[in-house]
């Protein structure tokens, strides 16, 4: 995959707005009163719809696979994909790219937020521009700017972690009590919400006291140094439940390294990343995750941004696009699962 830099190439910018100044907003038909006469997609002699795409933090292998099945299925569509990435540690950095993306002229702006509240006002300065938002994440459920959605309910997917890891627990058989560490991330709410899903559902099911230890790290070296904390403390864990495959494969790689003994042992993730479905593969302590299929996923979004341009018929596009961005995966799908990913 080519790589994409950090931050907005102004040059890039401007070359791109004098290109397409006459056309700007070409398929914006459909939406704020703008519908045109044939109302369909544009003809050959007219310009390509254009989708910025506004990304969480690109270096996560996740977001890095996100940004090439969209360029793809945008390719396929027949639209222009922009990507740019913000700093995950600076939401400020995405409103300098949506306020890029609107000078541009898009006709679509899809975002993964690093935190919603940031953005409001930039992205309804896009709409009153006749600029759909194409959320991604969470279903935004404070807020009506984003058009549609590509997510699911993070409560929910929080929940499906903690259900996959119990099914799982009893093909084990494990008899001994459950002990659980939560490797939980309170970045924004889409993961704060996700986590919390996932820690309630365990004592739900194995009681207020099932969770001994607790821990939000950021990405797989930071996972490794909190599952060799978290198992010097409490040593009878035999549960670990990740709110994202990034900390899972960290968790494993502190068993692989310190030579511990995983046959009783259950991790379990979200986002189905290439080393991680090749762990479940394996039959490591690595036993599920719950996956995206990110390109059949591109794919359907892009048929859902088609029906906006197309006709702005916003319930129907939703439809396409889908409810729920998971599906559980464990060793008996995880190989049908990597092949049809197509992990870059």
């Known amino acids: 995959m080519k790589k994409i830099k950090r931050g907005f190439c102004l040059i890039f910018a401007v070359l791109l707005l004098m290109s397409s100044a006459a056309c700007a907003n070409v398929g914006n038909s459909g939406k704020n009163g703008d519908?045109?006469?044939?109302?369909?997609?544009?003809?050959?002699?007219?310009k390509k719809p254009v989708m910025g795409v506004c990304i969480f933090a690109i270096e996560a292998e996740y977001f890095t696979n996100l940004a090439h099945w969209l360029e793809e299925a945008g390719e396929a569509h027949g639209w222009e994909v922009i990507v740019q990435s913000g700093d995950a540690s600076n939401p400020s950095s995405q409103v300098e790219i949506i306020e890029n993306f609107i000078t541009m002229g898009v006709d679509a702006v899809f975002?993964?937020?690093?935190?919603?509240?940031?953005?409001?006002?930039?992205?309804?300065?896009?709409?009153?521009?006749?600029?759909?938002?194409?959320?991604?994440?969470?279903?935004?459920?404070?807020?009506?700017?984003?058009?549609?959605?590509?997510?699911?309910?993070?409560?929910?997917?929080?929940?499906?972690?903690?259900?996959?890891?119990?099914?799982?627990?009893?093909?084990?058989?494990?008899?001994?009590?459950?002990?659980?560490?939560?490797?939980?991330?309170?970045?924004?709410?889409?993961?704060?919400?996700r986590s919390q899903g996932m820690t309630d559902k365990a004592r739900e099911l194995w009681g207020e006291d099932c969770i001994v230890a607790e821990n939000s790290p950021v990405g797989t070296e930071e996972a490794i140094t909190a599952s060799e904390n978290i198992m010097q403390a409490n040593p009878d864990v035999n549960v670990w439940l990740c709110y994202n495959d990034e900390c899972a494969i960290g968790v494993y790689e502190f068993y692989n390294s310190s030579g511990r003994d995983q046959s009783q042992t259950v991790i379990v993730g979200a986002d189905g990343n290439k080393d991680v479905l090749e762990a479940v593969i394996a039959g490591t302590a690595v036993r599920g995750t719950l996956s995206q299929t990110l390109n059949v996923k591109c794919q359907k979004f892009f048929d859902a941004a088609d029906i906006l341009i197309e006709t702005g018929d916003v319930k129907q596009a939703q439809e396409k696009a889908g409810y729920n961005i998971f599906s559980p995966v464990n060793k008996d799908n995880a190989q049908e699962e990597l092949d049809s990913a197509s992990w870059k």
């Open 111 to 193: 975002v993964n937020p690093i935190n919603m509240d940031a953005l409001e006002d930039v992205l309804a300065k896009a709409k009153d521009k006749g600029i759909w938002i194409l959320g991604h994440n969470y279903r935004y459920e404070d807020s009506e700017l984003p058009d549609i959605y590509m997510s699911g309910n993070p409560e929910e997917a929080g929940a499906e972690i903690t259900e996959l890891a119990k099914a799982e627990i009893e093909k084990l058989g494990i008899g001994q009590k459950i002990v659980v560490a939560a490797l939980t991330s309170m970045d924004n709410e889409n993961n704060s919400k």
């Open 35 to 46: 519908t045109g006469a044939s109302g369909g997609k544009t003809s050959d002699s007219e």
